[in-house]
């Protein structure tokens, strides 16, 4: 198995845009890398992917999304809170969530405590006065990765999660952001395909250390 771990006490925007360029992800207040994840007892390749966003247009289906749920929420994207608000949506989505995660909010992108040194802002979606969906993402120089999406239970037909990743993009967009990184997806376990909805994306080629487009990938490029 291969995983690396870095602790840096401060990151740069161009520094965060190098180590997404390398496969690297956020975890906490860390960053990471790894070829493999393990789900039960069974091992699977994480394969890192992201959305060149020079010329990017939303395709229909994504537009509709888009046009549904701007039509019934409020959003606004702006940089990261996490306060009681935000904990209790957090609690919320992880008691119905199918899998592990952080005890808290705080502890998922702080590790429990009060400093970032990430650059890191939010989408947060309210229908009237109640938060109903929130996703976190990094801002670098040239790149962005989306970090964390939740939402209320009630709104799970809404696609909120997925919803709070096209805005993300369209934020990036307008700030000239030119790659969007919403991490891995993993081969043979579904839970992360929809994150290769969101275009013609690239991932990250192991063998010699380049992106390439997604459509060439075959199960040939993972690591064995």
């Not at 994840?37 to 010329?55: E, H, K, N, T, V």
């Not at 990261?80 to 919320?92: D, Y």
């Not at 109640?130 to 970090?147: C, K, N, P, R, T």
Request: aromatic residues 18%.
């Amino acid at each position: 198995m291969f995983a690396l771990k870095h602790y840096p006490q401060r990151i740069s925007g161009r520094e965060l845009d190098i180590y997404l360029l390398r496969g690297w992800y956020r975890m906490g207040q860390n960053i990471f890398t790894t070829h493999f994840l393990c789900f039960g007892r069974d091992f699977y390749s994480a394969i890192w992917i992201r959305q060149d966003l020079q010329g990017y247009r939303f395709r229909k289906s994504l537009r509709k999304i888009l046009r549904k749920n701007d039509q019934a929420f409020q959003v606004y994207a702006r940089p990261a809170l996490i306060n009681t608000e935000r904990e209790q949506l957090f609690q919320l989505y992880r008691r119905n969530f199918p899998g592990e995660l952080a005890p808290t909010l705080l502890d998922a992108l702080q590790d429990g405590g009060f400093t970032n040194i990430f650059n890191t802002y939010e989408i947060a979606i309210y229908d009237q006065d109640q938060l109903v969906g929130l996703s976190y993402f990094d801002l670098g120089e040239a790149s962005a990765a989306s970090i964390t999406g939740i939402y209320h239970p009630d709104y799970q037909q809404q696609s909120l999660g997925f919803y709070t990743m096209l805005r993300e993009i369209q934020f990036c967009q307008e700030q000239g952001i030119r790659y969007y990184y919403p991490g891995y997806v993993v081969p043979g376990y579904a839970r992360f395909d929809y994150k290769a909805r969101i275009g013609e994306v690239e991932y990250f080629d192991l063998a010699n250390h380049s992106w390439r487009p997604y459509h060439l990938f075959n199960n040939g490029h993972t690591v064995q």
